[in-house]
């Protein structure tokens, strides 16, 4: 089994779109997966799967929220492997003074990244990106 992490856009925010993290690990569970654990009430569920297809995993868990809960929630699922390797090579790891002000994205569908590209040309004062 390997260690994986499920990021849910768009839950608990507001009225809309709310699931107890219980809930949330219950159904992760359900699905067969092992030693599921949540972080805070955020929708991020950390879990062991038997498999390692990590846009499958994810359509199991958007499908099995739409069904238990009745609303839709886009679902990424990293690797904890690939998740570390994105702290270990990030390029500003060595000057974050803040890491209440770093963040690092995901997305399902890495063509949409592409939309992002003209950012990293500008000027950026002293922010980076």
Partial sequence: MATHIALLRGINVGKAKRIAMADLRTLVAELGHR???????????????????TVKLAREIEAAIGERFGFVVNVVVVS????????????????ITN?????????????TLAKAAA????AWATDQL
């Fill in 35 to 53: 030693k599921v654990r949540t972080l805070l009430n955020s929708g991020n569920v950390v879990f062991d799967a038997a498999h390692s297809g």
């Fill in 80 to 95: 904890a492997a690939d998740f570390a390797a994105v702290v270990d090579e990030n390029p500003l790891r060595g000057i």
């Fill in 99 to 111: 890491p209440a002000r770093f963040l690092v994205a995901f997305t399902a569908r890495p063509a």
């Fill in 119 to 122: 950012l990293t040309q500008q």
